[in-house]
């Protein structure tokens, strides 16, 4: 066990871990944060970033694979306070649907977008 605070990415990529990932789809939730989908040729990985980092707020980044009767059971997410991003969230799924998205506090009222299947190649 650690403890102490690990330094903020400075990027969506860099918090899937930089290297070969890069970005392929992205939603805004509102003008709060966006919600970015990164892969790297077989894992996916999702962050919910902040526009103005600064001031913790209650954040969601998730993922799940398809399941081969077609449904999504295994959600990854991370969803608490923070005051850049939620994330990173990682699922392999090479050549098969995945549901993302995430979450953020939206003019006071608690905003989720979920992607439904796709990316699905």
Not at 37 to 46: I, Q
Not at 102 to 113: D, E, I, L, R
Request: proline letters at 3%.
């Amino acid at each position: 066990m650690t403890s102490g605070v690990a330094a903020a990415a400075s990027s969506p990529i860099a918090a899937c871990g930089g290297g070969s990932y890069h970005e392929i789809d992205q939603h805004r939730l509102g003008s709060v944060a966006t919600i970015h989908l990164l892969y790297n040729g077989s894992t996916n990985c999702v962050v919910t970033w902040k526009t103005n980092p600064g001031s913790a707020s209650h954040l969601l980044a998730t993922i799940a694979k398809q399941d081969s009767d077609g449904s999504f059971r295994d959600y990854r997410y991370d969803d608490g306070n923070y005051s850049t991003y939620a994330g990173p969230v990682k699922v392999s799924a090479a050549n098969t649907c995945i549901d993302w998205g995430g979450g953020a506090v939206v003019s006071g009222v608690w905003n989720v977008w979920m992607s439904g299947p796709s990316h699905c190649g």
